[in-house]
Each structure stands twice: as structure tokens, then as C-alpha cells.
């Protein structure tokens, strides 16, 4: 099959899944699986619970499978964890982006959970939404041992079909439910740190903008131990981590031959290129990657950073994106869609010499737009992100995806006074000590500082 990834044009990439590659990430998993139940032994002594996309979204013109590995893992995950699943595949399949975490919600709360794992902890706060907004109705739903939705009108069969083999496999469970509308009472939410009394930890990304969102996790689900999951990409698994509440992971040096470019030298005409057995600790490092796939020296354009060794193997965690992109909840928005989308809803709007930078807002899990237009853009600026979103999402793949399971919020524009991009250009080139001729304008600024809030003609909430 071929798994999908955001590209920096509006067709995603296409990355080949092998049989062989793929046994080596299900042995990478159980790896993962197995020491984490070494430290917490009840790991599997009630259901699991993880949320995947489906394995497979569409086909190629030649009829290969295109899909999600997450999709295809969770249904080839070794038994033991398999035959404990709160949430059947088929949830996964579902094409309403909220009738599907209102499912996966209504599944997991009906259930006793004792192992909890998500790449991005966004879906893990979006369970939690669902619990806050829906409490009464998946009580209720539990209690009559429904499913809680109907198929959406104009819902193709297959699609229908789903429901209804959904709906055969629940039955009533008034004790459950009672317990559910006990913890409503209480607390006017149905919170899983109420529900699931024997979950011992969360699994889970730590390192990057998904460490933040991790931090938030605490309050609904309890003070528990975080691990994380390891560095996962489409393109591969390149750590396995052993210790709660730390990003790093040993480098799985057994399943792919990696590269390493030092992050000050990636922009070199012939970068230094290192070896796993000679990185340094503390120093952050580009990644290459050459995987039984098919990938050679694959480029993946994310930034880790060393923290100590395990043995020999060095110990990695993510730190951010490299080169012109930016990711909150996965999403990996390139800089060329950014101005792509501006420009589009630009034109769209007439507006002329159009000048806009995108900031990631960690807290709220959204962008910050920044925005100035010949002649002022007028009060505009809430349709301008309104179409900048819009386009944005027809680029980006995955962006899309986020923004209709509402994992990442609507992009905040704010307008900047008249000649703000011509100030910060000067400013810019002042400090880098390159010439003016050398300087691109970045689309995407990592965070805000004093110079740029001094700007703001307009912020909107």
C-alpha cells in the first residue's frame, strides 16, 4: 500500500509500505507495548483504547491500497492487545468527523480502561471535549445500548451499513451507565480521570508543540505518567522510548540506516553528514533516513535533538520542523502553502499587495495570521482568515483533516499597521548581517517577539 503525507504543493505524498518495513514497526510497537507493561503490569487488565485513521482512504489508478498506517497497525497489533480493544476498526472508517469522535467517546467511556495511546495527544483532548459537550447523550446512549448518532442525511450505503453493524455490536448497560450519571452530577462532565480508575499511564507524544498539548492532559485524565509513543512519521519509527515523562528515545538502529545533518549546517552547499555513533550530546541534528521501504536518504525535514545515550545507540527527541514548516497537531504546514492560501483568498477578496506570516499559538492550538494589505485590509480580516483557512485546508491535506475533527482551531488574524512587512525586513536584515538582495521574506515565524507585537493595528479574539 502507500501511506499518505502532506507535500508542499497540494498533492500529498505518496510513501510505500512494504511487508517488510511493516513488520519491522509492529515489532517496534510490541517493543514499546512490552516495556511499558514491564513498568505497569495492569497495562492490560481492562480495555485499550487508541483512535487510528483508516487503512485505506482510496486506491491509486493502478489499484494499490492508500490509507493510514495507524489504520493498518491497529489492525495487525498482536493479539494481546487486540482482543482488548474498546473500539472496533470499523469506528475508524466512519466519514463524519463528528459522528466519529462522538462514537470513539461513547465506546471508550462505556468501557473499564487500562491502556490509553495516541500519537498526538489533540485526540486525546478532543475525547475529552466530546465527554464535556455530550455528557447526557452518551449516558444515555449507553444506558439504551445504542449507538448515540444516525447516519448523516444522504449517507451512501456503505457508509449506513457501518452504522448498523456498529449499532448490533452494543448492548445495554444500565450499571455503567448509572456511574456515568453520578460522575455528571458531580462534576457536570463525563472526565475520564472519573471513568477509568485503572489506567496506571498515557502514551502519547512529548517532545515538539504535542509536549504542550501533552501538559493539558493532566487535568481531565489525572496526575498519571506520560510516555511517549516514540518519534513516529509516516515515513517511519525512529525511537522507542523506556522512561515516562521524557521525549528522548533510544534510536531504533536495527530497522533503518540513519543520517545525521547538524542543524547549523543544513543550508551548507556540502553539509557535514554524521552517523548515529558519532552525534554529541546536546547538539540537534536533521534527519536522513534510508528505510526497507524504499526511501534513500530521505530528507524528512524534522530537527531532533541528542539527550544522553542508551548503551551506545544515542537517544533522540523531536524538537520542531525544519526548513519553512511548521506543525501543532501534525498537520506540517509548508511555507509555500501559507502563501499560496494568502494568495488565493487575496484574490478572492481583491486585495492588493498582500503581505501576511503565520505564528503558532501552542496554548490555544491554533495560528496567529498576521496580515497587512495596500490601503489597509478595511475590517476585513476575519473573511480574510476565513478564506485563508479555506484554502489552506484544500492544499494541506492534513490540515484539513485537523481542522474538521477540530483538533486545530480556526487561524486568529490580526491586521499589522501600514508598513509593517517593510520594517520588519529591515529589521531582519540588520540582524542577520546578510545582504537585503539575500533575504526572503518567512511566511512562517516561529514565535512572537516585541518588534512584531508593536505592530498589531488589529487583534482579534
Known sequence: MFATTSGTTAEPKL????????????????????????????????KSVT??????????????????????????????????YALPYDVSEINAYDDRYFVATRLAFAADVSMLAAPNPSTLLRLVDEGREHGERIVRAVHDGSLGVSPPTGADPEQRSLYQRLERTIRPDPHRARLMDGCLERHGALLPRDLWP????????????????????????GPLPLRDVGFRATENTV??????????????????FYEFVPEEDIDSEQPPVRLAHELVDGESYYILM?????????????????????????????????RDMVSLTGEKLHSSQVGQAAELAGCELGLVD??????????????????????????????????????????????????????????????????????????DVEESGKRDAQYKWPMIRLQWDDATRAEIAIECR
Open 15 to 46: 510513501i510505500p509500505v512494504t511487508a517488510e518495513w511493516l513488520r519491522e514497526l509492529q515489532r517496534l510497537t510490541t517493543l514499546w507495548l512490552y516495556r511499558s507493561q514491564a513498568d505497569y503490569p495492569a497495562l492490560f487488565s481492562g
Open 51 to 84: 483512535v487510528v485513521s483508516p487503512a485505506v482512504e482510496g486506491r491509486t489508478a493502478a489499484g494499490t491500497p492508500v490509507g493510514a498506517v495507524s489504520g493498518l497497525t491497529y489492525q495487525r497489533t498482536p493479539w494481546m492487545v487486540r482482543r482488548s
Open 198 to 221: 485503572r489506567l496506571p499511564m498515557i502514551g502519547c507524544w512529548l517532545g515538539g508543540a504535542a509536549g504542550v498539548q501533552a501538559e493539558r492532559l493532566l487535568e481531565p485524565y
Open 239 to 256: 525511537t522507542v522510548p523506556f522512561e515516562d515523562g521524557d521525549a528522548a528515545g533510544p534510536l531504533a538502529v536495527g530497522t533503518a
Open 290 to 322: 534510508t528505510t526497507s521501504s524504499g526511501l534513500y536518504r530521505y530528507d524528512i525535514n524534522d530537527i531532533v535533538e541528542v539527550r544522553g545515550f542508551y548503551q551506545r545507540a544515542p537517544r533522540l527527541a523531536f524538537v520542531r520542523k525544519g
Open 354 to 427: 498582500l503581505q501576511v506570516q503565520l505564528i503558532p499559538d501552542h496554548d490555544k492550538v491554533r495560528y496567529d495570521l498576521l496580515v497587512e494589505c495596500e490601503g489597509g485590509i478595511g475590517g476585513a480580516e476575519r473573511e480574510f482568515a476565513a478564506a485563508f483557512d479555506r484554502h489552506l485546508a484544500e492544499i494541506n491535506i492534513e490540515y484539513a483533516q485537523k481542522r474538521r475533527s477540530r483538533r486545530l482551531g480556526p487561524p486568529r488574524p490580526c491586521a499589522m499597521r501600514p508598513g509593517w512587512a517593510r520594517r520588519r525586513r529591515r529589521l
